[in-house]
């Protein structure tokens, strides 16, 4: 008999983020995958702020979103990148937030490395 109503992917972020926690030297780097879009945000849990997001909806990607959905998440880890660095963070942890890490979820990681930041 099944007790736990939560997804596997629930019960992932779940013990994913028993083990990790952004600080404001390293904030985290949560990234959530729907089936059109990618969204990333990066936070400082000890103060509850996110410092900086993007996504696929994000004004400054209008007009270079063609192809595969792996090439824009690659595309938006780059612009998270710009973004935290403009936000004076080069460091972050990464928070894959229960995906497993391949396809798209791989792309904007290795997008976000492109840009500068350290993981």
Known sequence: MKTDKRTPRERRKLGIRKKISGTTERPRMSVFRSNKHIYVQV?????GNTLASASTLSPELEGKLEGDKREAAKLVGELAAKKCLAAKVEAVVFDRNGFIYSGRIAALADGARGGGLRF
């Open 43 to 47: 936070i400082d849990d000890s103060t």
